[in-house]
């Protein structure tokens, strides 16, 4: 059977692998140590379990030799490593530095040689970020709409940021220097071993699945405080900062055709694209709207170091290699799932 390893099983992208790669016909490694509740101070997810096809490993991926024991013991049935468990938050990192630098950048090293050593013919996708381009998306034509900011419409990249984006002379936010470290790294085992490599350069990834905080995904975390009525923080550009936003379901998708074309060392961006974008105050507007709950939050005038003003995925490069691939739900469908099926508690 072909085998599929997920690390970060428990968080947005890993747990909705598990579900997508077990229905349709692999067998799934799941390895996580739930950092992400030393990370945001949240209760520990309720472990996948007792489902045919998947087997769990509670283990650090800074830890090379207990993961060394699970590619000694599957080698060559591994089919395709898929690696989403990271220190995901900007605002984070620069708590404690050396903890950011040794889950993106430790962890990633450990597992792209243990796929060099031990399954080299399978596939590595890595899950990367936005901001590995640092800032310097905010240097482009911006204008100040109502309720967003937006390029000009001559502008080249008003359909997206695309990967030619200089990655230099910018602001990147500490996690932005240990995401894109790990993420040269996943090209280079591409580039230089001759590896099945792919990097996808994430905007918003979102769904609901994820579980909330201030400090990372924000569109879930944006609902619940909404539906408790807890007061949300926004932190600079008037709230009319731009996100694209890509539900789960959609970016595992996008892993699956990778896994069924891979190539060798290629990088995508990839997000919602023009067709799944708000900024922070229409994403209340839309959230008001279906909830029937009026927002309480506060604004404060400074923004986060590093932070994006606009944000969009140029998607064609994607779109291009993979055609049978899109996106399926839009922000308001977004949004609507998460009210539906968010945890509050």
């Known amino acids: 059977m072909r085998t599929i390893v997920v690390t970060g099983s428990n968080g947005l992208i890993g747990s909705e692998c598990v579900n997508f790669f077990i229905n349709n016909g692999f067998k799934v490694i799941g390895i996580d140590n739930d950092l992400r509740c030393y990370f945001f101070n949240l209760k520990p997810k309720k472990q996948i379990d007792n489902i045919t096809n998947y087997t769990y490993f509670n283990y650090d991926i800074r830890d090379y030799d207990s993961l060394e024991k699970i590619f000694i013991d599957y080698s060559d049935d591994i089919s395709c490593i898929i690696h989403t468990a990271a220190q995901p938050s900007h605002d984070w990192a620069v708590k404690e530095p050396m903890t950011d630098f040794s889950v993106n950048v430790t962890g990633t090293l450990n597992l792209l040689e243990l796929f060099r050593k031990y399954c080299p013919k399978s596939?590595?996708?890595?899950?990367?970020?936005?901001?590995?381009?640092?800032?310097?998306?905010?240097?482009?034509?911006?204008?100040?709409?109502?309720?967003?900011?937006?390029?000009i419409d001559s502008s080249k990249y008003y359909n997206g940021i695309n990967e030619e984006f200089s990655i230099d002379r910018t602001t990147h936010s500490l996690?932005?220097?240990?995401?894109?470290s790990s993420d040269i790294y996943v090209q280079e085992y591409g580039k230089y071993f001759g590896l099945k490599t792919v990097v996808f350069r994430g905007g918003c990834l979102t769904g609901s699945r994820h579980n909330g905080a201030e400090l990372h995904g924000f569109l879930n975390y944006l609902v619940k405080c909404n539906l408790t009525k807890k007061k949300y923080n926004i932190f600079g550009y008037k709230g009319k900062q731009v996100r694209d936003n890509i539900h789960s379901l959609d970016l595992v998708n996008a892993f699956h055709e990778v896994i069924k074309n891979p190539k060798i060392g290629e990088v995508y961006n990839i997000g919602g694209g023009r067709e799944s974008n708000c900024s922070l105050i229409e994403a209340i507007d839309i959230i008001e709207y279906q909830t029937g709950i009026k927002m309480d939050y506060e604004y404060f005038e400074n923004n986060r170091i590093g932070d994006h003003i606009w944000w969009?995925?140029?998607?064609?490069?994607?779109?291009?290699?993979?055609p049978n691939w899109g996106i399926t739900k839009n922000v308001h469908q977004i949004i609507d799932e998460i009210i539906k099926n968010i945890e509050v508690i």
């Open 123 to 151: 596939v590595f996708i890595f899950t990367s970020t936005n901001k590995v381009y640092g800032d310097n998306p905010n240097y482009l034509d911006l204008i100040e709409m109502d309720k967003r900011f937006e390029v």
């Open 175 to 180: 996690f932005g220097c240990s995401k894109l």
């Open 312 to 322: 969009i995925s140029d998607i064609s490069k994607f779109k291009k290699d993979y």
